[in-house]
């Protein structure tokens, strides 16, 4: 209705998924270049987080677009399913063009047609949409199909994408297994004020548009009402335009934007006043003067109750607080230590959730032991100005066999605390463009926070960085090969952990 009038050739703020009007931030560059890597390089589970409108979607569709014809892929939009019928609508992405009747015959034929896709040189993707969804006896069945692989090569990739709430499915004991084989995630934040409006310049441009049909204030209006999310940005944007065709206005001020926004009333803001007001509240019928008496005695007793329950609920809080400033002050008077038994014993907790579970409700029941007992195992600290340092080889984000085992036994001492954050800083050579130095030096303080939160620290809790080329700290020698010259570790590749003291 309003294209020619503001000279589009095509709707720029429609919600459907169309990759061509995919804004490429610093966020989605950096989430598709991960993710990318991830899949052509075999990396086997990966997931991609993020809140309800992000653009999560246009992400993958963006991706896959991206891929080419080596790569087979197939997409589960809705996980809700029975394990019979997921197999089959895997079967039918993937254009087996058959029913299966159990498990069994689907594997049988899946086995096949994977080794059969690998001796043709092709890699398969399984992109799991709305991950959320699914439970964990599902997500077991999704893990076991990995295990169809050669003993030098995986067969499949598999992608989450999800919202937030993924994320504590996967932390949940019974889904470990699966955590743990998680090597790339990413999590989609929403877009800055500054960001919506490169946003939306980018999709008038692409729709045809050659001027800022939006003034700066309308934008300032446009991300107060969204928060930064861009499928509500889309909704209130095409809003605006229709409402500014209508009174003839050129330009969308913040008097039309204010204006939509009301009238759509999909706000955060709006939904909190949707809460039942007290007068809302009707009664069902008059109660008599003798009724209403013996409530209000039930009433002041239930009052007093919860005057005593209130009282021993800040006596709890007072003693937790205590509890965690000590903990803190022990967290950073000690020194990091690396410990192999220390990380057999977490393991082998692991392989019992359900004593560990009665462990925690005696620790409930008995809250002196729980601090005495807490204080005894905290061996894994941090001091605040020192640094837990993971080696990188040139130009490589592997992970070394000494990186697991320190990040085994640091993982283990970020649950004991689960107040505390951490920094990751990630570092890179001098060697090439500063350009790649500055992507690599993130794709390693990233490759160290996955493999953190698959050991089950919570990705809130991290917050990561790539410093690309660094001056070099000091480092022991190491010598080439037998006989060889001495050189100098490298010791700029690395990745740093800290606490986060802010």
């Known amino acids: 209705m309003y294209l020619s009038y503001y000279n589009l050739t095509e709707k720029p703020f429609q919600i459907n998924t169309d990759p061509k009007f995919l804004w490429q931030g610093e966020k989605h560059k950096e989430a598709l270049a991960m993710l990318k890597y991830g899949i052509l390089d075999n990396r086997g589970f990966l997931f991609l987080a993020g809140d309800v409108g992000t653009g999560k979607t246009t992400l993958i569709n963006t991706l896959t677009n991206q891929l ?29 063009n058959r029913q299966f009747n159990s498990k069994g015959e689907f594997l049988v034929y899946f086995s096949r047609f994977l ?39 995986k067969l499949i990739n598999i992608f989450f994408v999800g919202q937030n ?39 008038l441009k692409v729709a045809g548009s050659q001027k800022n049909i939006f003034t700066s204030k309308a934008i300032h209006e446009i991300f107060a009402f969204s928060g930064g999310y861009p499928r509500l940005i889309n909704i209130v944007c095409d809003h605006s335009l229709l409402t500014g ?18 009238e759509l009333k999909i706000s955060p ?16 019928a008059t109660k008599t003067k003798q009724e209403g008496r013996q409530k209000k005695g039930v009433g002041n ?19 937790h607080v205590h509890y965690s400033y000590d903990t803190k002050a022990m967290l950073v008077k000690q020194i990091f230590k690396i410990s192999g038994e220390h990380v057999q014993k977490q393991e082998q907790t692991l392989q019992q959730p359900e004593e ?42 592997e992970l070394s066999s000494d990186a697991f085992e320190k990040l085994n036994l640091f993982a283990s001492a970020m649950i004991s605390n689960p107040d505390v954050g951490i920094v990751i800083k990630g570092y890179a050579g001098k060697l090439g463009g500063r350009p790649y130095n500055e992507k690599l030096s993130r794709f390693r303080a990233n490759v160290v926070k996955s493999y953190l939160v698959a050991r089950g620290v919570s990705p809130y809790k991290i917050k990561t960085f790539g ?16 006989g060889g010259i001495e050189k100098s570790s490298m010791p700029d590749r690395r990745v740093e952990i800290e606490l986060d003291m802010r």
């Not at 999704?142 to 692989?149: P, Q």
């Not at 065709?245 to 009301?262: L, M, R, S, T």
């Not at 002196?368 to 990188?392: A, G, H, M, N, Y």
């Open 356 to 397: 560990s579970v009665q462990k925690q409700e005696q620790t409930l029941q008995q809250p002196e032991k729980s601090v005495q007992i807490k204080k005894q195992t905290l061996q894994v600290p941090l001091l605040p100005d020192q640094k837990l340092i993971i080696r990188f080889s040139y130009d490589s984000i």
């Open 165 to 203: 709430e993924f994320i504590d499915i996967l932390l949940k004991p019974e889904n470990r297994a699966l955590r743990q084989r998680i090597t790339i995630n990413y999590q989609i934040d929403p877009l800055t004020e500054n960001e919506t409006e490169q946003y939306i310049r980018h999709r």
């Open 301 to 319: 007793k239930r009052k007093i109750a919860g005057y005593i329950c209130l009282l021993s609920l800040l006596l709890l809080i007072a003693g």
């Open 269 to 284: 803001q709006t939904i909190e006043e949707k809460a039942i007001k007290p007068e809302a509240i009707k009664p069902e």
């Open 245 to 262: 065709y209508v009174k003839g206005k050129k330009a969308i001020d913040a008097g039309i934007v204010e204006e939509c926004a009301k």
């Open 467 to 482: 410093m690309g080329p660094a001056t070099q700290i000091e480092a022991p020698l190491e010598r080439d090969r037998p």
């Open 115 to 153: 080794h059969k896709t690998h001796t043709n040189n092709k890699r398969v993707l399984l992109i799991i949409d709305e991950s959320q969804k699914l439970t964990s006896e599902l997500l077991e069945e999704i893990r076991l199909l990995s295990n169809i692989e050669k003993p030098d090569a």
């Open 68 to 96: 080419g014809d080596q790569i087979i892929v197939a997409i589960v939009p809705d996980p809700g399913l029975e394990k019979i019928d997921f197999f089959n609508f895997v079967a039918a992405a993937f254009n087996f």
